[in-house]
Structures are given as C-alpha cells and as structure tokens.
C-alpha cells in the first residue's frame, strides 16, 4: 500500500507503509516467534490477516488550525495540526465523515485547541464505525463553553450524517498530552454503538475499549472459541473482558463465564449485552483482574487474559502458576510483555500459537496462545 502524506513526510504513523503486505507478516511471524523461543511442543497456527487498508474502526483525530479551517489530524513538531483526512486507514462511512464534521467546527465556531499558547477549545474529534456502518463521534474539549453550541447546531450534523448515532462530549481541561479525560457529556438519548461481531451484538459506549481492526477482532474471538469449545471447560473467566467480546463468544448452556474488567461503561455494555442474549451463566463485574483473582475462592478450569500493553504482570501470572486452572488462552498485542509474563508462568505451557495482523503499514500485531498445564 503506498500513502501520499507517507511518501511526503508529513505522517509517518504507520512506519512500515510502502513495505509489501506478505512481508510485513512474515516479519511480524519471526519476532514473535523469537520472543516466544525455541518450544518443541509449541504448534504455529498460519497467521490471520484482513484488508490493508480502511481497516481502522476508530479515528482520534487531533484538531489543529482554525474554526474557519480546520484541520483534522495529527500535530506536527511544533505543536500545529497537519490534516490527514484522506487517511486510507479509515473505513468509507468514517472517512466520509470528516469533511462534514469539519464543516460542523466552523458551523459551531469551535475554535481548535492550539497547543504552543495553550488556548482555544477543541482538542480532538474520536469517531468509531460500527460493522454495520454506524457512527459514535465525542468531542474532546478544554472547557464546557463551547457545549451550548455544539448542542444548537447538532440537528444539522444529524441530519448531515443519518449514520451518526452516539454522540457526546469528554472534558480534558488539562495540558495533557492525552486523548481524552475522565467526564462524558451525553449529547445524544442513545449512548451505545452496536457491534456486531460474527452475529453477536456487542455494545460501545464512550469511554471503553474496543478492539482497532473489527474483521480481523471477528477472527480472534472465532479462533479463541474454538479453542474453548474443544477443551469444553465448565467455568471460564474472561479477565480484561472489555465489552465482553471473548466471554459473550464462550458463552454455552451449562458454562459459568465471568467477564473482570476496570472500565465500569465496557462492564455496563457487557451486561446489557449478555441480558440481550438471555445468557443467565454469564456475569460480569468492574474491578480489577488481579485482585479479582487473588480474592477468588476458587478457581475455575479455563481462564482468558487479553490485557493491555502491559501484560498481566507478576502478581497475576504467579497465581496462575499456582492455581489449579488447567488451560489459559492468553491474546496479547505485546509479544515482549507476554514473553516476560510466560517466563512466570512455567507450568503453564504454550501448546498453540498463532499471529493476527491486526495492525497492517505498522510493526504491531496481535497473538493468541493457548496454554496447557504441564
Ligand atoms: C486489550 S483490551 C481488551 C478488551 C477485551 N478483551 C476485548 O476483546 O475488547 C484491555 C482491557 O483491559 C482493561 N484493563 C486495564 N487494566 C485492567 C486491570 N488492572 N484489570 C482489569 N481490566 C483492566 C482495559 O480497560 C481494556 O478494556
């Protein structure tokens, strides 16, 4: 795939654009298979990969320049906005999105938030398209000033965008180099973008996670089921459950499932969508994984861990050394933390493995293992 803001200089996100697609994940293959080390009873699964391009189901769009001309994007150096709408890492409805979410800045005066002098008002713009094509936009911004307007002309962005459905506000009113902050404002009654995944609904709210590449996400929760579905384990969590993706999949008659996760609105849009589903062995609950586990009475046969960055650390990977679980399927977008979090874990072998390009033009990528105790 070839990028004319690559090839120009001004972005250079995605680092390995220009580099053949077949490469990328063979290289993306090897260092993780280097990471995992020389394992004889480790079977490589043939990696998993999507579209090259449009596959991103999330923008974070910083806003720079200004109400009069926007531009949506990135910052450069200096800390001024360099427009990046024509973007090909975003999908059709997305894309389309932005020239008239551009018009909605100037429309609603919102003056972009100009970093080197600290002043103006909006920050960033955060779209999500669902797999049906529906849209979730938030405002990012400084202060609430700016709110009364986006609620005044917000009829002509609906009308605008039919597929808009969620739309709200999150207050960062700190300097921060972060993408948003800790308070939403609803501007619209629905507050939930349905996704649906291998015909299941998951629900987004603002606020919580959701993985980046939906088709290849699509994939991962099939392969992880199906994992599951073989060693056909009674009871089944499902830590960092985020909207429940993993747990709602696993989800069987006769199956306990509990889904722990810290983001209270991933754990409300689980729930809703396990009610939706009339699944009474599954249950969800916002805390903290490792807590959860250290306190729990009992441990149950099969565990899934999809963490973030990080991995799920010494703590938890030690009391999994030590439980009585037999099987965990562990999904990681790091295979170095995943690699240190198995180096913990010694009983607890990988038996399969297999590589998701989740994230094509860049070195990133996810990887689903299966562990089996020894
Ligand atoms: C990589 S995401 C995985 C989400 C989910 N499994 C999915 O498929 O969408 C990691 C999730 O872990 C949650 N998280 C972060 N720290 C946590 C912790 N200490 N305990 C439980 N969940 C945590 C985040 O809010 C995020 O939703």
């Given at each position: 795939m070839r990028c004319a803001y690559f090839d120009a200089g001004v972005c250079r996100s995605c680092t390995w654009m220009g580099r053949p697609h077949g490469e990328q994940v063979a290289d993306k293959e090897r260092h993780c298979a280097d990471l995992l080390g020389e394992r004889a009873d480790l079977r490589w699964l043939p990696p998993v990969t999507g579209r090259e391009s449009r596959y991103r189901n999330k923008a974070k769009m910083v806003v720079g320049g200004s109400a009069e001309h926007p531009r949506l994007g990135i910052l450069d150096a200096g800390g001024r906005g360099i427009d990046?709408?024509?973007?090909?890492?975003?999908p059709g409805t997305l894309a389309a999105s932005f020239p008239l979410l551009a018009a909605f800045v100037t429309r609603a005066n919102l003056t972009p938030y100009d970093v080197p002098t600290r002043t103006g008002e909006l920050k960033n713009l955060l779209v999500t398209q669902s797999p049906d094509g529906e849209l979730m936009v938030r405002f990012v911004l400084?202060?609430?000033?700016p709110v009364a307007r986006i609620r005044k002309h917000l009829p002509w962005l609906l009308d605008a965008v039919p597929q808009l459905r969620v739309v709200s506000v999150n207050l960062?009113?700190?300097?921060?180099?972060?993408?948003?902050?800790?308070r939403e404002i609803p501007l619209t009654e629905t507050q939930t973008l349905r996704m649906r995944v291998n015909g299941i609904d998951l629900h987004l709210r603002p606020q919580s996670f959701f993985q980046t590449n939906t088709e290849v996400a699509a994939a991962l929760y099939r392969h992880a089921t199906s994992w599951v579905e073989e060693l056909a384990p009674a009871s089944v969590w499902d830590l960092y459950c985020g909207v429940g993706g993993f747990a709602l999949h696993v989800a069987a008659p006769g199956r306990e499932v509990v889904g722990i996760e810290t983001s209270v609105e991933a754990i409300a849009s689980a729930t809703q969508s396990a009610s939706a589903r009339g699944l009474s062995g599954v249950r969800f609950a916002a805390g903290d994984a490792t807590q959860f586990a250290l306190a729990a009475e009992s441990a149950p046969e099969l565990v899934i861990v999809n963490p973030p960055r990080r991995g799920i650390g010494d703590e938890l990977s030690r009391w999994l050394e030590d439980s009585d679980v037999r099987h965990v399927v562990y999904s990681s977008c790091n295979a170095a933390s995943l690699a240190r979090d198995l180096a913990v874990m010694p009983?607890?072998?990988?038996r399969r493995a297999q590589v998701l390009d989740?994230?094509?033009?860049?070195?990133h990528y996810e990887v689903l293992t299966l562990l089996e105790r020894v």
């Open positions: 990046l709408q024509g973007c090909g890492l975003y400084r202060s609430q000033e960062l009113p700190d300097h921060r180099a972060v993408l948003e902050g800790d009983s607890l072998r990988p989740m994230f094509p033009q860049t070195p």
